[in-house]
């Protein structure tokens, strides 16, 4: 995410994010499950952290926790946890090659514009080792826009969504939908996707 707007956002209304999602990211069936699908001691990145309950889960899990966000005031939260370790960074800085034993993108790559989403898939996919765990999670939709509070999102269709991480090299082994409120108190359908490398 390289947006100024929607990162002074999440700068801006950080713990109020915290107090919103903090609970439930730190339960997340879908967290366990990617937990579970990673080699014990295992490093991962979460990519978009946020405030760091993620992060923080998956440290006390045993894994090795590298948590980036583009929000500096999300990095102070997240690092001040437990076990991990944050620091500010956009989504074009991952540059890794065969490093992570699983990516952990929930919610996050829908800040990026949709021209460079592809982009972006390619970098994580050489990111992860063979064979390792992928985690995205995107609001389901058509079109690119701000919502109330100024933040860009991109949104895709489930179809979309399949096609991306196919043409980037991962294989999609399990997806859940839902639907939820918002930080900016809109309701929103979307899409998380289990994938291998």
């Not at 713990?15 to 937990?35: C, H, K, Q, S, V």
């Not at 946890?81 to 074009?92: I, K």
């Not at 989403?117 to 985690?135: I, Q, T, Y």
């Not at 399949?162 to 294989?171: E, I, N, P």
Request: with cysteine; glycine share 14%; hydrophobic share 40%.
């Amino acid at each position: 995410m390289s947006d100024d707007e929607t990162i002074g956002v999440y700068d801006a209304q950080a713990a109020d994010y915290a107090a919103m999602t903090d609970a439930y990211n730190g339960t997340d069936p879908r967290l366990e499950a990617f937990i579970a699908a990673c080699p014990p001691g295992g490093l991962v990145l979460d990519l978009g952290c946020g405030p760091g309950a993620s992060a923080a889960t998956m440290a006390r899990a045993g894994l090795v926790v590298e948590a980036v966000d583009a929000s500096a005031e999300m990095v102070r939260m997240a690092g001040a946890l437990p076990g991990v370790t944050a620091r500010q960074a956009a989504f074009s800085d991952i540059d890794a090659v065969d490093r992570y034993d699983g990516i952990w993108a929930n919610f996050s790559l829908l800040h990026a514009p949709r021209a460079d989403f592809p982009g972006h898939l390619a970098a994580l996919h050489r990111a992860l080792k063979p064979g390792g765990r992928f985690m995205i999670g995107l609001k389901l939709g058509t079109g690119e826009g701000r919502d109330r509070l100024g933040r860009y999102y991109t949104y895709y269709t489930e179809s979309e969504l399949d096609g991306y991480l196919r043409q980037a090299g991962f294989t999609p082994v399990e997806r859940k939908l839902g639907r939820g409120t918002g930080l900016d108190g809109s309701e929103s359908d979307w899409i998380s996707v289990a994938a291998h490398g």
